[in-house]
């Protein structure tokens, strides 16, 4: 759909073996009222006929074939690739495992275009079961204990801002793409628009939530479709915001913060930690990724082993 006189806005969807969600999200957006926009979906090396399937029912669709698993950071940058390279003005990233109001991507486009500082807008994300359950609204940034808590409840019926958007449904303006770049694929999976708001911040871009834009989520249902969900989570969320902390806390302290935070963990598995130790010298492994996650996201953090993992399957 075009229309001259509106921001032209590219949404970009990841999509790994996930096509039963994709079409389902793919169907709510056709009902948007928004006119000038186009959608792009990047398919990450899927098994299940994603691509020919989506290809077959949304012939509309731009689908870009990786040909492997980039991750949400690299299958997302793929796509605001593609999307800056066609003269999109924004670039709305949404999760495949969401639905989305009518109206959803139109209250993104207002509070975007009421200051070109307004450079990153989210939607408040709500269950998709239960839709008066608000699964995001905002977060805060607790570097001390690395986590990133969400806000459940909305500040106000205006739009406001916040320390980060959610991944899962957040419009970026092109500017912020230009000048603070696109996402560090040193992550792949988990705490990269945390990173990225912060860079946007930096830049002197806004971080804001419109809370009339609306998006229904269904819960981690990519990363559900690993063996071992919750080893890759802990992996991934333990890694990447000893990663973060290390690279944008603001803090004189953030050193003492993740040394706080690793002595913390190795209290916590002690037996495992010897473990590990002996296993770096002898011929044998006597402990596991998947016996301790965390543990092993901490090596791989003081060995810049960074990006995608042996934990997400090919």
């Known amino acids: 759909m075009h229309h001259p006189s509106s921001p032209k806005v590219y949404i970009v969807i990841v999509n790994w073996n996930g096509v039963s969600d994709t079409l389902e999200c793919l ?79 139109t209250h993104l486009v207002g509070a975007a275009s009421a200051s070109c500082k307004n450079g990153i807008v989210g939607s408040v994300i709500y269950d998709y079961e239960d839709r008066s359950k ?16 969400h806000i459940y409840t909305i500040k106000q019926n205006s739009m406001f801002d916040v320390e980060r958007v959610n991944g899962c449904s957040m419009l970026v303006s092109r500017r912020v793409c230009n000048e603070v770049g696109l996402f560090d694929d040193n992550y792949f999976l988990y705490a990269e628009e945390v990173d990225w708001c912060i860079r946007a911040r930096n830049n002197g871009f806004r971080c804001i939530m419109e809370p009339h834009s609306k998006v229904y989520h269904k819960v981690s249902v990519s990363v559900n479709k690993v063996a071992g969900k919750n080893t890759v989570m802990r992996y991934y969320n333990t890694r990447n915001f000893l990663y973060l902390t290390d690279k944008l806390c603001p803090h004189k302290s953030k050193k003492t913060y993740i040394r706080k935070f690793i002595f913390k963990q190795i209290k916590k598995d002690t037996a495992n930690f010897i473990k590990l130790l002996l296993s770096s010298v002898l011929p044998v492994k006597l402990v596991t990724a998947q016996e301790s996650p965390k543990l092993f996201a901490i090596k791989d953090y003081l060995c810049n082993n960074m990006g995608k993992t042996r934990f997400i399957n090919k």
């Open 134 to 149: 608000i699964q995001f609204a905002g977060a805060t940034i607790n570097w001390k204990k690395a986590r990133s808590p």
């Open 27 to 105: 169907k709510s957006l056709e009902n948007q009222d928004y006119p000038n926009v186009e959608t792009v979906v990047v398919d990450n090396g899927s098994t299940d006929d994603s691509v020919k399937l989506i290809r077959n029912r949304f012939p509309d669709v731009f689908v870009i074939e990786a040909g492997e698993n980039l991750g949400f950071t690299g299958g997302n940058n793929r796509g605001i690739i593609f999307s800056l390279e066609n003269g999109a003005d924004h670039v709305w990233l949404l999760n495949n495992d969401t639905i989305v109001d009518r109206d959803t991507l």
